[in-house]
């Protein structure tokens, strides 16, 4: 069974919201931080560590 990325991403996601309740502020501070970082000189480095 193959399943998208995305859908894998956007389940745990779910999951851990209604798992552990962090508050609000986190959860956008670690979605416009990830965002910024992919987008930063940075990228090539962290893709580099997540292969």
Known sequence: ???PLWFALLVVG???VKLIRPPAWLIAVLL???FLLAHSVLAPAINALVK
Do not use: C, E, K
């Open 32 to 34: 416009l931080g990830g």
């Open 14 to 16: 779910y999951l851990g």
């Open 1 to 3: 069974m193959q399943v």
